[in-house]
Antibody
Framework: QVQLVQSGAEVKKPGASVKVSCKAS????????LHWVRQAPGQGLEWMGW????????KYSPKFQGRVTITGDTSANTAYMELSSLTSEDTAMFLC????????????WGQGTLVTVSS | QSALTQPRSVSGSPGQSVTISCTGT?????????VSWYQQHPGEAPKFMIY???ERPSGVPDRFSGSKSGNTASLTISGLQAEDEADYYC???????????FGGGTRLTVL
C-alpha cells in the first residue's frame, strides 16, 4: 500500500534552515508529483510547492519562493523540503502529499513533521 | 486570508445533512474541474474525500458528495454520523501561481 513517511520533529532558531524528508513506498516514485503543504497550529492548509519527481522540475508558491527548495532522490524514493530564514511564523506542521495524476489533487499524505521555531 | 472562502463552522444532528460551501473565482474553482475535498481529524493528516468536483475515492462512503455551480463548490454530507465531526478543506487547481489554493477550512460539529 502507498505510504509517505516523514522525518521527525525539529526545533530551530530564528534565521536557521530546516530540511524535512518524505520517504515514499508502495508506488512508482518517479511517476507522480509530490507536494508540500504547511499548516500552522490551529490554522488551515497552505500550498508551498511541488516536485515532478520523474523530471526533477519544481514549482513554488510565490509566498515561499526564494526560501523553499524541494528536491528528490530517486534512488532513495525520498523527497525533501528545505525552508530557510525561519521565523516564528514558520512554526507549523509540514506535510508531503502525493498527487493523483497531473491534477493537483492529493490521494495520500505523510503524517506531518512539526517544526518549532524558537529562540 | 485564504484564497478560497469556506464557512468557519457548520453543525448538524446525527442523521441530518449538512452542506459546506467553498467560494473562489473564475481563475480557480469556476475554471477548474480539479476541485477536491479533504477531511482532517485533530492530530491526523488530511484524508482524500472528493476529487474532480464530485468523484469519490474508493472507500469513501456515498454519504459524501460534491458539486459545483459557477465559482462555488459544495460538499454535502448526508446521514451525519459522530465520526464525521472534523475539519473539512476544499482545494482547487488554479491556472496561475499559486497553482494550488485551499479554503480556510470548516469545522463540522455533530450535535
Amino acid at each position: 500500500q502507498v505510504q509517505l513517511v516523514q522525518s521527525g520533529a525539529e526545533v530551530k532558531k530564528p534565521g536557521a534552515s530546516v530540511k524535512v524528508s518524505c520517504k515514499a513506498s508502495g508506488y512508482t516514485f518517479t511517476e507522480y508529483t509530490l507536494h508540500w503543504v504547511r499548516q500552522a497550529p490551529g490554522q488551515g492548509l497552505e500550498w508551498m510547492g511541488w516536485i515532478n519527481v520523474g523530471k526533477g522540475d519544481t514549482k513554488y508558491s510565490p509566498k515561499f519562493q526564494g526560501r523553499v527548495t524541494i528536491t528528490g532522490d530517486t534512488s532513495a524514493n525520498t523527497a525533501y523540503m528545505e525552508l530557510s530564514s525561519l521565523t516564528s511564523e514558520d512554526t507549523a506542521m509540514f506535510l508531503c502529499a502525493k498527487e493523483v495524476g497531473p491534477t493537483r489533487q492529493f490521494d495520500y499524505w505523510g503524517q506531518g513533521t512539526l517544526v518549532t521555531v524558537s529562540s | 486570508q485564504s484564497a478560497l472562502t469556506q464557512p468557519r463552522s457548520v453543525s448538524g444532528s446525527p442523521g441530518q445533512s449538512v452542506t459546506i460551501s467553498c467560494t473562489g473565482t473564475s481563475s480557480d474553482v469556476g475554471g477548474s474541474n480539479y476541485v477536491s475535498w479533504y477531511q482532517q481529524h485533530p492530530g491526523e493528516a488530511p484524508k482524500f474525500m472528493i476529487y474532480d468536483v464530485s468523484e469519490r475515492p474508493s472507500g469513501v462512503p456515498d454519504r459524501f458528495s460534491g458539486s459545483k455551480s459557477g465559482n462555488t463548490a459544495s460538499l454535502t454530507i448526508s446521514g451525519l454520523q459522530a465520526e464525521d465531526e472534523a475539519d473539512y478543506y476544499c482545494c482547487s487547481y488554479a491556472g496561475s501561481n499559486p497553482y494550488v489554493v485551499f479554503g480556510g477550512g470548516t469545522r463540522l460539529t455533530v450535535l
